[in-house]
């Protein structure tokens, strides 16, 4: 609980958790880049999702710099988390007394939290009066890439981090589940903007897997702008019919089958924004 209860004032926290967050982030992010899309690039040529306008230098500057504002905001959540727990005001422990199950139960339960925070709030951003003042700003990305992952407006910054603050606040949670809850998220978020689709083709017959988003789910909802808004899981998207339709198809094709043409996939002229 070290994180909660030192001596730190909450601007010396929000700076140093700040700081080391965008030094991950940015160390991994460019691992991650570096790995699939220069040396590997060949050899998962396949794989690449197609898209009708290639991201350049440009985009990638513009995505860095969104990426801070969003780390930024999201420390706000952070810091108002430990200045609740400082007030005694949530309901987070150290979970060290939690058996391995308990953990795992409540990190599922994080998620599918997280999941619908993140699909509802994806939808009102996506009516038209938000949409060209916040979430206009991840969707200039069309074709996505790792460093798209958190390229947000501030404001959906704060919003996308924000979940964990009711969960701190109403329900017994374990700080390590919490963090562990986060971890995830990021590698949720990188696989979802990868541009490339690693999953294999059994995945859609797999019957838990096939819930879970991938790549070729989240690309197509920048191509299409119009469905798909799932974060980790498709359960909300077929719950309210929103999944684009041709999602399995396209999959099939870019995780390598050949039973759809790569050719002529669902990808479409983008909305002007
Ligand atoms: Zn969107
Ligand atoms: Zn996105």
Redesign the pocket.
């Known amino acids: 609980m070290d994180l909660l209860t030192s001596d730190a004032s909450l601007v010396q926290f929000g700076a140093t958790s700040f700081f080391a967050q965008a030094v991950n982030y940015f160390l991994f992010v460019g691992v991650v880049f570096l790995l699939v899309w220069k040396l590997l690039a060949k050899a998962l040529a396949g794989r690449r999702i197609p898209t009708r306008f290639d991201f350049g230098l440009p985009q990638v500057k513009r995505e860095v710099l969104n990426t801070l504002l969003t780390l930024l905001l999201g420390t706000v959540s952070a810091v108002a988390i430990v200045a609740l727990y400082r007030a005694g005001l949530t309901k987070l422990s150290s979970g060290e007394d939690w058996p391995w199950w308990q953990s795992g139960l409540a990190l599922v339960g994080l998620l599918v939290f997280n999941d619908t925070w993140f699909y509802w709030w994806h939808r009102l951003l996506h009516h038209p009066k938000l949409f060209k003042h916040v979430h206009a700003v991840?969707h200039r990305s069309v074709d996505?890439n790792p460093f798209?992952s958190y390229s947000f407006h501030a404001a959906e910054g704060f919003i996308l981090g924000a979940w964990s603050i009711p969960m701190a606040l109403l329900v017994p949670m374990s700080l390590q589940v919490l963090m562990a809850a986060q971890v995830v998220g990021l590698l949720n978020n990188i696989v979802?903007?990868l541009g490339y689709e690693l999953l294999p083709r059994w995945w859609l017959r797999a019957p838990l897997l096939k819930w879970s988003s991938s790549a070729t789910y989240?690309s197509l909802?920048?191509s299409q702008f119009n469905g798909n808004y799932g974060l980790f899981f498709r359960f909300w998207d077929r719950l309210m019919g929103t999944e684009l339709k041709d999602y399995e198809r396209v999959f099939r094709a870019e995780s390598g089958g050949a039973e759809a043409p790569r050719e002529g996939t669902a990808l479409t002229e983008p909305r002007p924004l």
Request: aromatic share 0%; glycine share 0%; hydrophobic share 10%.
């Open positions: 991840h996505v798209t979802s903007h989240h909802h920048h």
